[in-house]
């Protein structure tokens, strides 16, 4: 415990927001990720005011601080695994402006997503970023990770609709960066800062892009015995021009689960579906939607159903909405990995997932966006058996070496964290860490911010601890 | 003076051959009137990181040159011995139409990239003036743009990874080749618009977009500007996703009239993009021509997929083409709501001083490009000009950027304006990549 | 220390995997924002508890104090985990080691648990309501010393009725021999000593659609023991209803009008089941069990020849919700048929309302946060009506809107269908 710290805490935002009792501690010394690690204090911060102070705070007691949201990180982001100050942000959860002249919204970071869409959707507007876990992850979340979610091959990530912030720097100085206008002039702090995972300072406002909802949308789901043939559509998709807004599918495993589940009338015994939804001017869409589901019969898909209307396009996306959940019975735990790789590698690294699995006598159902190439193997385990944990481990590190050799990447949206810190020598010389320490060290020379994560250790072991 | 000049010399003609070694004042490449002592043209990306580690090995101070057609951009130089020119780095690397990615080296001229991207019926949505010449290293280093940001971006939302020589001469690789992509820090973003003041970028990698099945263009004439910005409203609180929308006063329109099917027309033009797939573009021709009818433009026209594009390899050059050698451009970023003001703002200021001028926006970006003939205006006059209209801008949460001036001018003027509120950290991240200050020292924002 | 109570709880603990989604639903920690307040939070005590890493002590048990027990963090989670019923073996076994505050133990194993002593009780409130005793104690602070976190309670409940609705055998409504359907009436704490108005109400609708009605001796459903981790009281007070109403269970339906109760009643074949003296009758019972919605409703009982003009929203009390016992289209569909009424759908209908039982005397701060959110939606419906069927939930939505200056009637679905019969 810090007494003086913690005195010093309680001045900026009363008694009431300061947690240090052991309880408290514990409660928040977790994300969804699978370590703990107990901080020496909680705060609650209300205002960018109270964030500079706490930072300013925590500059006087040379202790490090980790902004946290709703906590759903799933590589260890938010676990403060040098101790310190938790700054917790999700009660700065309003939205400060909706600017629709300038295509704009200002809000506060702890916003969850969802309530964003949901504020802007009446309006006939919409913020394109939407995470699958998007109830529960926060603007100020999205804005660490840079996250992406289901619709990135067609809109990109959160970073291309982040065009301003506010941010508390680690020396407790407040800057704002970016804003409405476009092409600020000088270094582009805004877009270094998206997916720094808390490790550059503390946004306390952001500013988004929101664009007009489109005009329509349509649905299809596609099923097929073999998963190449869905990958193989899905190129002749491209080829044929077309930029669908969502490709989804999921393999058998999945599948299975998700019909024991939900019962949602999908076929236990398939290789996998393909969701496939198109929008924008609606006077295309019947046409895509049609060469679409031509196109999906031509590569071999037994069965395509297409969404006559809006239920009909719910009960498409059931299965894979119902996708984690069902998944979830099945073990106690599951890591859900993050690789990703080129799009037509994904049928031959899919294979090797499999043979992952087999070696390491584990589950490996996968969800992936098949448009961009960002697969989600989910290892199914029991988080108490400390040795299948250790295997499951080994078995994370071996997917993404996987991903790494046929031209991927470790993190397609989850970030680094400490899941994934011993991994980055994969795709990293020493020359690549290097210079994104000199980034590190432009913002933050004093490694408080966030500190432990992300940069592997000089001597780091190749599989995560 | 460059100190050890001599042997400098000696070593990069050992790295590039005396072929591609230039002697400075006779190869015109001065960059605001001043000539670097050697122009050096490596011709791999290890070459290039020989030459680099050579300049800082004595201190030489190096501007990296691409196409030449945005080098006054920024500030000039305080210190210049060096250019290092990239126009010989022209390898397509790799082409992956199946990923819609492409890697290329820096001195690919961006029309030659798209090419070889229509061969495969794709493309690259990037399309800033002189695409001719302008090389992809120097579009990135500069964050060029043009009218079709409005649909797809800019070159952050573009660039998917870049490889890039160091000050120091070591060679990192920023990004990867997929779109999702959160592997440590965005580098990426760092490196693009940073000016050649962090490192030189010597290969870029693109996410592609297959080519749109169908074209168009319509093109309006308005008598007066309020007209033309009600139409930008209307486009803007629809559903029609144009792929630009130009709005140019009379002397730009001037000069693409004819090109756009308006020729004897005068007044304040629109010209719309249009593209995508049939049905689609064929809805939004009929769409805009009513919107422009019903905003009371005087005139209208469409162009087809095959004359369209000569006509925006016209307009893309606006507003600089429309005013002769010896211009001052400034380009102003407002927000979306502020765009007609302030080419409004643009037009009086060249006619409070009696300066031909042309004036170009890609309207619902919030982007206001003004070209001006400043003739033998006193360097003060210019000056105050500029930073009055620059604080317009500012006050509007924009910023003003001069684009190119007249050497003689030129070091009167501030390119960049307000540094904001984290100077301090882009001084560090500045000293952090190039301590020594030998990138490009001055030219960028508050002089770093 | 292993904590054997909640051995049976270690693979539904096991299965947090901490995703956090249950953020979405928890109306507590959308007021709070403090970990404690959220389900996940509440697993992480437990999962604690269960590797030995925290102790049962007070301020342990404290944290998991804020549940409102209503499941809205289940309907989100993927493994669908009961984070009530994790909260209140936890509140079980730490009742079992530090014993309970006097006034649950006085309320829970005496009181409840007899129908005259129940109705005594409720008689001394409306008196002490009625002499202005109950205010005095208020302001004196003497209600303190039974709990120091009571509060506002005056406020919450203004006014007792003159006369409690009074239980006991004794038939209505339509000839036995000529009746639809013989039910027994089960009678709520809350409604008969709170709202005896809608009793009458109920009993008159369940007449007037065809059915003979005992009104049951039956003592308090039980649940708030429950609630309140006193799991040997809950079991003992459902073995007296299961013993007094074991002839009901010869009836067509036992239905009770507060979605508490019916919901709880359904349980009481899971409750007794380790009970070979009690656990048949018990499951018999609780086959009977209807609430009044899915009984009308299931008997055909829709539609009115009356009028009742307004619009009407509805509200489903958290245990009628899909979450729970799931009856949620037979209120709807009673409302919707009443002529002259315009229904209006309540956004987040099935988000708790706060009072969770007798949460929000305990929770005034917690209680009112969440009660802020469901008159926000409230409001925004314009409906001049507010229906629900639960007695908390009508004391406390109406506390709500006279806060908020709203002329909104909060109504039991029964009093609209009373009023309905022309």
Sequence with gaps: ?465 | MLPEAGGLTRRLSEVVGDEHLLSGPAAGFAVDGAAPSLVVRPGTQEQVQAVATACAQVGAAIAPWGGGTAVGLGNPPTRLDVVLCLDRLTRIVEFDPANLVVSAEAGVRLADLQQVLAAEREFLPLDPARMDRRTLGGAIATNASGPSRLLYGTARDLVLGLRVVLPSGERVRCGGKVIKNVSGYDMNKVFIGSLGTLGIITEVTFKLLPAPASRATLAGVFADLPQAAAVLQRTLGSFLLPEAMELLDPQALAAVASDLGLEGSAGYGMAISLAGSQETVARQVRDFTSLLTEGTALRTSTLGAEASPAAWRKIRDLPDRAIGADRVVVKIGVPISRTAAFLAAAETLGRRHGWRGAIAAHAASGVVRAAYATGAGAPEVVRDAVEALRREAEAAEGSLVVEAAPPTLKRHLDAWGKTGEAFAVMRRLKAQFDPRGLMNPGRFLGGI | MAIPELLALHETIAKCNRCGFCQAGCPVFRVTGEEHSLSRGRLAVARGLMLGQLELTAEVVRALDDCLLCRGCTAHCFPALKTDEIVTTIRHAYLNRQGQPMWQRVLFRSVLADSTRLEWAARLAVWAKRTGLATLAEKTGALKLADARLQGVNDLVPALPEMIFRRGERTLGAAPAKAKARIGYFASCGLSFQFPEVVEATLRVLGRAGCSITVLNNTCCGRPAHAYGDFEAARDIARRNVERLAPAAGYDAIVSECGSCSAHLKEYGTLLKDDPAHAERAAALAGKVRSLSEFLVGIGAIGSSGRVEGSVTYHDPCHLSNRFSKITAQPRQLLKAIPGLGYKELPEADWCCGAAGSYTFLHRSEAQGVLDRKMGNVERTGAAILATECPACMMHLAYGARRRGLSIQVRHVSQLLDAALG
């Excluded at chain 1, 928040?28 to 102070?53: I, K, M, Q």
């Excluded at chain 1, 050799?405 to 680094?416: D, N, Q």
Aim: aromatic fraction near 4%; hydrophobic fraction near 40%.
């Design chain 1, 1 to 465: 415990m810090r007494p003086a710290l913690t005195t010093d805490l309680r001045q900026i935002v009363g008694k009431a927001n300061v947690l240090d009792a052991a309880v408290d501690l514990q409660l928040y010394s977790y994300d969804a990720y699978l370590e703990e690690r107990r901080p020496d204090a909680v705060v609650f911060a209300h205002s960018t005011d109270e964030v500079a102070g706490i930072v300013r705070a925590c500059n006087t007691h040379g202790v490090p601080f980790v902004p946290r949201g709703g906590g759903t990180n799933l590589s260890g982001g938010t676990i403060p695994v040098k101790g310190g100050v938790v700054i917790e942000m999700i009660r700065m959860n309003r939205i400060l402006e909706v600017d629709l002249p300038n295509l704009r919204a200002r809000v506060q970071p702890g916003l969850f997503n969802l309530e964003l869409g949901n504020a802007l959707a009446p309006l006939g507007y919409q913020y394109l970023p939407d995470p699958a876990s998007q109830k529960a992850a926060t603007l100020g979340g999205n804005v660490a990770e840079n996250s992406g979610g289901p619709h990135c091959f067609k809109y990109g990530v959160t970073t291309n609709h982040v065009l301003g912030l506010t941010v508390v720097l680690p020396d407790g100085e407040v800057a704002r960066i970016g804003g409405k206008a476009p092409d600020t002039p000088g270094y582009d702090l805004t877009g270094a800062f998206v997916g720094s995972e808390g490790t550059l300072g503390i946004c306390t406002e952001v500013v988004v892009r929101i664009v007009r909802l489109a005009e329509g949308v349509k649905t299809l789901l596609a099923i097929y015995d073999r998963i190449e043939a869905g990958s193989e559509t899905v190129s002749a998709i491209v080829s044929a021009g077309m930029v669908p807004a969502t490709l989804e599918m999921m393999d058998q495993p999945v599948i299975k689960a998700v019909e024991e589940s939900i019962h949602c009338g999908l076929p236990v015994d398939c290789a996998t579906v393909l969701i496939i939804e198109v929008d924008g001017l609606k006077d295309d869409l019947e046409r895509q939607a049609q060469e679409i589901a031509d196109l999906c019969r031509a590569h071999g898909a037994r069965e395509v159903r297409v969404a006559k209307d809006d239920a009909e396009r719910a009960a498409l996306w059931a299965g894979r909405r119902g996708a984690f959940g069902a998944v979830a019975r099945i073990t106690p735990s599951y890591l859900v990995c993050d690789g990703t790789v080129p799009r037509t590698a994904l049928p031959a690294v899919l294979k090797q997932v499999a043979e992952v699995g087999r070696k390491y006598d584990l589950q490996i159902p996968n969800v992936f966006h098949a448009g961009d190439g960002n697969l989600h193997p989910l290892i199914l385990f029991d988080w108490r058996n400390e040795e299948q944990k250790a295997r499951v481990m080994k078995a994370g590190m071996e997917i993404l070496e996987t991903c790494v050799a046929v031209g991927g990447t470790i993190s397609g949206e989850h970030g680094v964290g400490i899941e994934k810190m011993g991994a980055m020598r994969l795709v990293f010389g020493e020359p690549e860490i290097e210079v994104q320490r000199k980034l590190k060290r432009a913002f933050d020379p004093k490694d408080l911010a966030n500190p432990g994560k992300m940069f592997p250790a000089p001597q780091e072991v190749r599989h995560a601890a």
